[in-house]
């Protein structure tokens, strides 16, 4: 008997595993389907972001950053210690141990939801019918009054620096180096490229970055892409700007890498190279051809401003369509969507999507930046209040930023926090809550702020907007 669901999810990310949970919450009969398995050959649900993604990335920072922190950072709090060394495979595992702690939850929240967890790969048909390919082969259709389509991404590949998961890798190979590569070559100077190129330099090893474009993090607000520039250049990342790759060729253990620069054709040899240059849509056998559902010019599944496909009851989220690549933004696309199913009027604030990026110090922002605002022929002031005056930030030996917040100069509204120091990303959700709720710079000033805290930077920048900070000199008066 053909089985039927109110909805059926393809693709286990955030996007689509939040998604399935929240509809079967909602008193929905859900079932999602996932293909991903682990090195074991076990079903993995959680996508790119538990598998391969935010998580394991985020654990080889912290692991990395503690290592470095041992090596140079601990004298100066009086722990004197030495022979500090790193067992890269035990980094490695805990890396695995944590990945598969959380992909398990899923699966254990699918069932404590009521979730039906289908193995297999899907494709949508024609009329809301879903064909799932079990691993063994056989075929399963299923039917369903509303579709989420949930594939995801992955990473691009470019003809000069194709991927063998050896040599040269792919983000997924850089999170599964067994040792240390003494010269290692990330083509890429996004926020992937940064935070690998990161892991590996806090390590040891010689981390060379290839950029094409001349501008670095140009999403960022520039004082912000600045001081990261400065800052990571310092700890050792080699940032090569206007440095297109044209060509490699793998040499036994190393690869030698040919690009152009504003000098003309450069070559530089390296153990390992990461190719860091940004994701595709998944839609390989995803859409049977008369199903209805289109595709946009850039490949990703064309939705509305509701995630809603060009054909009824069916949506696609996440990474698959367009915005940015996020998993907070896939989730919340997610909730959106099955609230909409539910006939609830939700919808999505893409203007305060906060981004992040897990370097040392971290970088963070919501809302837009300086240069857009002057573009856009908006008048605004800025407060600008470095982690340098924040006694929370001496006291931890982590004084590297600062906290820019920028305000609508005749109302007062703020319209971007930007934050690049320790726990930026903490400090621009706070930004991104007051944003939500209209904020001023005056209100976010007038509030009480714990002391001693980093938070502290985010009110003092708020202050400084109007003139009023307390502990700097404030550049504007009142
Ligand atoms: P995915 O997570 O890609 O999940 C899609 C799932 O669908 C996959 O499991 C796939 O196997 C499955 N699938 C695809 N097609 C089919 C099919 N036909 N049938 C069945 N199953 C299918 N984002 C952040 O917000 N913060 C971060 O810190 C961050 N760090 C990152 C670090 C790295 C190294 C990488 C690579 C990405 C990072 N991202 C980060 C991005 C984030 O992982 C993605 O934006 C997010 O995972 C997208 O979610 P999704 O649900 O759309 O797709
Ligand atoms: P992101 O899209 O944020 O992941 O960043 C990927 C980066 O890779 C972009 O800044 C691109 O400019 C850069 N890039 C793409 N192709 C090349 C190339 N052939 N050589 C050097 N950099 C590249």
Redesign the pocket.
Known sequence: MTQKFDVVVIGAGPGGYVAAIKAAQLGLSTACIEKYTDKEGKLALGGTCLNVGCIPSKALLDSSWKFHEAQDGFAIHGINHAGVTMDVPAMVGRKANIVKGLTSGVATLFKANGVSSIEGHGKLLAGKKVEVTKPDGSVEIIEAENVILAPGSRPID?P?APVDQNVIVDSTGALEFQSVPKRLGV???????LELGSVWSRLGAEVTV????DTFLMAADTAVSKEALKTLTKQGLDIKLG????GSKVNGDEVVVN?TDAKGEQKITFDKLIV????RPVTTDLLAADCGVTLDERGFVHVDDHCATTVPGVYAIGDVVRGMMLAHKASEEGIMVVERIKGHKAQMNYDLIPSVIYTHPEIAWVGKTEQALKAEGVEVNVGTFPFAASGRAMAANDTGGFVKVIADAKTDRVLGVHVIGPSAAELVQQGAIGMEFGTSAEDLGMMVFSHPTLSEALHEAALAVNGGAIHIANRKKR
């Open positions: 470019i000069p083509i890429g100077a996004g926020v992937i490229g290839l950029e094409a474009l440095a297109r790759v044209t690009y860091a240059v940004g994701r």
